[in-house]
C-alpha cells in the first residue's frame, strides 16, 4: 500500500506561481510512475502531468505545456509541480497519483484509470 499526500494549494491571481507537493508513504519500491491530475468544478478528473519513477520520462497535457512542470525526488520520495503563468482555467482540485503498473508510453501515463494510489486532493483556485 502506497499513502499520498498533496499540500500548496490555495488561491493565487492570474499569473502567479504556486508549487504543489506530494509525499508518498508505505510500498513505494512498487511504483513506476508518479502523476498529478485534476478535477475543475463540475467537471471530470483530467491528466495534467506524470513523471516515470527514474525521471527519464515526462508528459504534459497539452494546455499546461511550457507553464507546468512535474519532478520527483525518489530518495525522499517527494513529487512536485511547479505551476508558473496560472490562468483561471487551472482552477481545480489537483490530485497526486501513483501506479505500479504504468510504463513509460505516454498513453500509460495519462491513462487515470490504471493509477493505483491517490491523494486526498489540493485546493488551487486562480482569480481573474
Known amino acids: 500500500q502506497v499513502h499520498l499526500v498533496e499540500s500548496g494549494g490555495r488561491l493565487v491571481q492570474t499569473g502567479a506561481s504556486l508549487t504543489l507537493s506530494c509525499t508518498a508513504s508505505?510500498?513505494?519500491?512498487?511504483?513506476?510512475?508518479m502523476g498529478w491530475f485534476r478535477q475543475p468544478p463540475g467537471m471530470g478528473r483530467e491528466f495534467v502531468a506524470a513523471?516515470?519513477?527514474?525521471?527519464?520520462?515526462?508528459l504534459y497535457t497539452d494546455s499546461v505545456k511550457g507553464r507546468f512542470t512535474i519532478s520527483r525526488d525518489s530518495a525522499k520520495k517527494w513529487l512536485t509541480l511547479q505551476m508558473d503563468s496560472l490562468k483561471p482555467e487551472d482552477t481545480a482540485v489537483y490530485y497526486c497519483?501513483?501506479?505500479?503498473?504504468?510504463?513509460?508510453?505516454?498513453?500509460?501515463?495519462?491513462?487515470?484509470?490504471?493509477?493505483?494510489?491517490w491523494g486526498q486532493g489540493t485546493q488551487v483556485t486562480v482569480s481573474s
Open positions: 508505505g510500498r513505494t519500491n512498487s511504483i513506476t510512475a
Open positions: 497519483a501513483a501506479g505500479e503498473r504504468i510504463t513509460s508510453s505516454a498513453n500509460s501515463l495519462m491513462t487515470r484509470d490504471i493509477y493505483d494510489y
Open positions: 513523471i516515470s519513477w527514474s525521471g527519464r520520462t515526462t
